[in-house]
């Protein structure tokens, strides 16, 4: 399974950005999806995740209410709508596919990792 994330950009605070995550390869529907995001100097965190059948969504503290996570199989597509943005959601956002929700939750988990995009907050 090949992930290619795109969508990042320069922001504002408090616009709103939305990020795009394309599968290809074999079975590439029906894995789990989720989004990481790392910040300069700092690990590698969980942003959300949602299963292959959308039955199952998590999202993480930080982004909850604020970040939406989105997927349509028929475009093997995986999104993550941000609104409300702060300077401290500057990051490089990675997509990744795991078998299930729970282990694209934990970034040791994950099958597989999308390169990159960047985001960044200016205030």
């Known amino acids: 399974v090949q992930l290619q994330a795109f969508g990042g950009g320069l922001v504002q605070v408090g616009d709103s950005l939305r990020l795009s995550c394309a599968a290809s390869?074999?079975?590439?529907?029906?894995?789990?999806m989720g989004w990481f995001r790392q910040a300069p100097g700092k690990e590698r965190e969980f942003v959300a995740a949602i299963t292959w059948r959308r039955d199952q969504i998590s999202h993480a503290d930080s982004v909850k209410g604020r970040f939406y996570i989105s997927r349509d199989n028929a475009k093997n597509t995986v999104y993550l709508q941000m609104n409300s943005l702060k300077p401290e959601d500057t990051a490089v956002y990675f997509c990744a596919a795991s078998a299930s929700i729970k282990m694209v939750m934990a970034s040791t988990c994950v099958r597989y990792w999308g390169q990159g995009t960047l985001v960044t907050v200016s205030s």
């Open positions: 390869g074999r079975s590439a529907s029906s894995y789990a």
